[in-house]
């Protein structure tokens, strides 16, 4: 198993290297491997879930429900069908965003169609 320094952590997982140290705070990182001298180390399991924690992050997971995911997690296969369900209106949620953004790009495209056509009259 490969071991990673909190920058080569950071450099692969996209998060700062405070943002490590705050997700290791609140819960959302355990158990981080630490040197003799104190260091974090991180392994490939870390940077697997750190993937999973920026993938929920990048689609609007509030922390808070994050959290309850992670704890979920760490308690154990009795909370599959939990971690299911969160994930699952989450994705829920995700989509409503999705189709909001959707319109709203229909819209723009629509407002810089109608600006383009504008400059061309003037030329």
Not at 97 to 111: F, S
Request: overall charge negative.
């Amino acid at each position: 198993m490969s071991a990673y320094t909190p920058s080569e952590t950071s450099r692969r997982s996209g998060f700062s290297l405070d943002t490590l140290r705050y997700y290791e705070r609140i819960g959302l990182l355990s158990e981080v491997d630490r040197t003799p001298g104190g260091q974090r180390v991180f392994s490939d399991d870390d940077l697997g879930w750190l993937g999973l924690l920026r993938c929920l992050r990048d689609t609007g997971m509030p922390i808070n429900q994050m959290c309850r995911f992670a704890e979920l997690a760490r308690t154990g296969d009795q909370t599959v069908a939990d971690r299911v369900e969160l994930l699952r209106a989450h994705a829920e949620a995700v989509e409503e965003q999705m189709a909001l953004l959707e319109r709203q790009y229909g819209h723009l495209r629509e407002k810089i169609r109608y600006y383009e056509r504008e400059l061309a009259a003037q030329s």
